[in-house]
């Protein structure tokens, strides 16, 4: 049986991004996560591969909190992957 991938966008605020980023990398069907501010630009993206967790997403995590002070509203794309 073939995977497919599903996209979503979560609209949410700066301060919630890192908490959001580590809960959707928790539940680990998640490809993807692109992080753009209010007029759609592409700020952050993050690949997720099967290899990536814990101390290999710290530098992420650490520019994502940069990217959060910078922005008050930003919206994350989250590809999953569904069997």
Do not use: F, H, W, Y
């Not at 700020?43 to 520019?63: D, F, K, Y």
């Amino acid at each position: 049986m073939e995977k497919t991938t599903r996209t979503e966008e979560l609209k949410i605020t700066g301060e919630e991004l890192v908490a959001t980023v580590k809960e959707l990398v928790r539940q680990g069907n998640i490809r993807r996560i692109t992080v753009k501010n209010r007029e759609g630009k592409t700020l952050v993206e993050i690949p997720l591969t099967l290899g990536v967790v814990g101390t290999l997403l710290i530098p992420t995590l650490a520019a994502l909190g940069a990217v959060a002070a910078l922005v008050a509203e930003c919206s994350i794309v989250v590809e999953r992957i569904e069997d």
